[in-house]
């Protein structure tokens, strides 16, 4: 088991590493002077060159990647190029708003997923089984703009329940939350019954209930946990594509979050931002991975020993 754990966090370690070096030279081959956009395109050459050499953009690529990997063991992610302030304060509120809304959006998705999944596997061909395939149908090719654009007109201005952009109160979370979370419900929900209808179908299943088992004891005990492996793959993974990609939710719902942030920052050629966020959201990612490796071996012991 701890052999286990180890394999898992050092390919965690990897992972973190490949995105920082990446991410670094990337961002080095993308058109566009950082020094020039702050100082202005009619700024005179000299103040380009000294805030180049303020900014340590005058030293060689690969010196500049050693003193980056440095600063980062060091816990020191740099400063704004364009507000001066550390990159950790400039990221810290903006990523625990999306945080926020990622959690959120895939704790509603994960309960409707599961609850329309779960129920249309057991009465398949249905009518409730139909409807729910539809609506998950719908949910899947809904873009999200144009979701959060219609709760906006019905929740918002037409109805007055919840307020239509910003932050501070739980009500300001609703509507970013149902949108994001509406598309991840129907992929979770598909994924559940076609897991759950494979599994009702097994012998171990049948050989419950001809022992005598209740028909919820079969579907909790045996059938479900077995559907869940897939399932807890997909929703690992929705947690991580929102906090990428929440960038349409937060421009729409002005919520001030990660998103946001990058898209500007990258236009801003603001090195040290754009590489904090693919850390932070990399470092999600590949955390909720390894959480999701660990809850496999709860599932299903015998993952732990591959």
């Known amino acids: 088991m701890l052999a286990f754990f180890v394999r898992r966090l050092l390919m965690l370690l990897f992972v973190l590493f490949s995105v920082v070096t990446m991410a670094f030279f990337v961002m080095r ?23 180049r050499r303020e900014l340590g953009l005058d030293r060689p690529v690969i010196v500049q990647y050693v ?23 400039e990221l810290g509120w ?17 309960f409707l997923g599961l609850t329309l999944g779960g129920l249309s596997a ?16 719908l949910g899947v090719s809904a ?11 019905v929740f918002g201005v037409k109805l007055r329940i919840f307020p239509t952009g910003g932050t501070g109160t739980v009500r300001h979370i609703v509507l970013p939350s149902l949108t994001l979370g509406l598309a991840l419900s129907a992929v979770i929900a598909r994924m559940t019954r076609s897991c759950l209808l494979e599994c009702l179908g097994q012998d171990y ?9 209740g028909e919820r004891t079969v579907i909790f005990r045996y059938a479900l946990r077995n559907a869940l492996i897939p399932v807890v793959t997909v929703v690992g ?25 990058l898209v500007d920052s990258i236009f801003a050629r603001d090195y040290p931002v754009v590489q904090g966020c693919f850390i932070f959201v990399a ?24």
């Open 29 to 51: 081959l993308a058109p566009g002077d950082p020094a020039r956009i702050i100082a202005g395109f009619d700024a005179p050459y000299e103040t380009i060159l000294a805030l």
């Open 67 to 89: 003193r980056y990997l440095g600063s980062l063991l060091r816990g020191d992610f740099g400063r704004s190029y364009n507000t001066r302030r550390p990159v950790l304060e």
């Open 94 to 110: 903006r990523y625990k708003n999306t945080l926020i809304l990622a959690i959120c959006a895939v704790s509603f998705s994960t």
């Open 122 to 137: 057991i009465k398949p061909y249905s009518i409730f089984d139909n409807f729910a395939m539809v609506v998950a149908l």
């Open 143 to 153: 873009p999200i703009f144009w979701l959060a654009v219609i709760f906006m007109w």
């Open 205 to 213: 299943v049948r050989t419950a209930r001809a022992m005598g088992f």
């Open 237 to 261: 993974l929705q947690l991580g594509y929102s906090l990428a990609g929440a960038v349409l939710t937060e421009t729409v719902f002005a919520w001030p979050g990660l998103g946001r942030l």
């Open 283 to 306: 470092f999600t990612f590949a955390l909720t991975n390894f959480l999701v490796d660990v809850v496999y071996s709860l599932l299903d012991p015998r993952i732990r020993y591959h």
